[in-house]
């Protein structure tokens, strides 16, 4: 079993930069792929970032492609997602998930994070 906790969310004016975390438990960290989704009011969650188990490789929604950075941390179980240039658009509710070969559909993982709250402001 694992257990995903995002932190790191806050509220940010628009153009400005925000890393969120999150931080796995157990021992098989490694063995997973891990992606970002989000979910804005009334809207259906979407795919962000997602990347493989060593971190060899990372793939992006054209949304947020150019912007935002997925990375990961082995070692501290730890996958972070850094956005840069944030919009009002990507105002949402920021979920961490773990699967195996996960690549951007939701069905793909398994575990979830509760969330951790981005607001950009205008």
């Known amino acids: 079993q694992v257990q995903l906790v995002e932190s790191g969310g806050g509220l940010v004016q628009a153009g400005d930069s925000l890393r969120v975390s999150c931080a796995a438990s157990g021992h098989t960290f490694s063995s997973y792929d891990m992606g970002w989704f989000r979910q804005a009011p009334g809207k259906e969650r979407e795919f962000v970032a997602a990347i493989s188990r060593n971190g060899g490789a990372t793939l992006y929604s054209d949304s947020v492609k150019g912007r935002f950075t997925i990375s990961r941390d082995n070692a501290e179980n730890t996958v972070y997602l850094q956005m840069a240039s944030l919009k009002p658009g990507d105002t949402a509710v920021y979920y961490c998930?773990?699967?195996?070969?996960?690549?951007?559909?939701?069905?793909?993982?398994?575990?979830w994070g509760q969330g951790t709250q981005v607001t950009v402001s205008s």
């Open positions: 998930a773990a699967g195996r070969d996960a690549l951007l559909e939701e069905y793909e993982y398994t575990y």
